[in-house]
């Protein structure tokens, strides 16, 4: 169905980059999500009250909060492609992470709620009737929401979507919960056992586990979280592709919300290059960017010496020599500066985030290797600094 209604509904559905295109899918998938989830609510309270269950009312208000959910990731999608303004010239992209949360927090709420109501028919249980038309409900609401798992999933993944993923996953927690429901049912049924309260609970386990899960996965990008390996991919090959560029780093990827990224870099370039050409050359790949990855890049051009017979092999000494500190450090910036009693290596270390030793203290460990070197000519000035990617 969701194919059908992106190809009638939505232009160039292909083009996921373009935030129109985004946008168009997470309200289509908005407004889908809020009609099934009222029919939802309607049959399951319907069922809840002619056969006496707690656990079925619950269920049927846990729809009930769906729709709701839905309505807030279709205004989340709605705000975040509003146009960047002079009070937010990043734009509002980051609104759909908010919505996210929302969504994630109405998850927990009902988790709370319906824990609330278990216990309470654990305490004063009362028969459940059994009903056909229940069970029929019941069978009919796991399939719904098993499909609308598997679609907001299947879109969330393909427009890189957080909001989509905790929708996806709050109906994934929905289809167990409904499926414990109807099986308490049944449990009641043919052995006389009342687990009703008993099978609420383990819903609102199910439910509480499903709004932490996307708590954290939509709070991850509020805070700050790296890029994917795919799209540091990406940059690196685009910039490379270039001849002129002999390497990059200090790549930071700034995520103002799907659509809105903006990203910079240092571009090491030949020193005795022609400046104006470089500077061409960087520009191009600017655009080059652009075109590609719907981002804008600022890249700072790193003169590296290349043809003078010491830099390039000293520089590949060091490299390895600061491997005995952690073999995930890295090295650029390299320079050397000759004096009469002796050169100093000027460069930077890049040190991953889970280093056990403090900045200062890696510092001290790559200048006393480089002293090492021939006799304790070179002499390491070394800033220690992390990656953000």
Known sequence: MMELLS?????????????RVRRAYGQLCGFVGIGLNILLF???????????????????????????????????????????????????????????????????????????SSVEK????????????????????????????LYNRRIGKKIRSAAMEATAADSLSDTAATAAVLLAMLIAKWTGLDIDGWVGLVVAGFILFSGVKSARETISPLLGQPPEKEFVDRIQAIVLSHPEILGLHDLVVHDYGPGRVMVSLHAEVPAHGDLLELHDVVDNIEMDLSCQLNCQAVIHMDPVVTDDGLTGPLRSRVAELVKQVDPAITIHDFRVVAGPTHTNLVFDAVVPFDEKLTAAQAAEKIRALVRTMDDGRYFAVVTVENSYI
């Open 122 to 149: 654990i305490l004063h249980p009362a028969a459940v009737d059994f009903s056909v038309i229940a069970l029929v409900i019941l069978a009919v609401s796991i399939c719904v929401k098993l499909y609308m798992c």
């Open 42 to 116: 309607a049959g399951k309270f319907f069922a809840g009250t002619l056969s006496g269950s707690v656990a079925i009312t619950a269920d049927a208000f846990n729809n009930l909060s769906d729709a709701g959910s839905s309505v807030v990731t279709l205004l989340g999608f709605r705000l975040a492609g509003k146009k960047p303004d002079p009070q937010h010239p990043f734009g509002h992209g980051r609104l759909e992470y908010v919505s996210g949360l929302i969504v994630a927090g109405l998850i927990l709420l009902m988790g709370v709620e319906l824990a609330k």
């Open 7 to 19: 190809r009638w509904f939505i232009r160039d559905r292909d083009n996921v980059t373009d935030p």
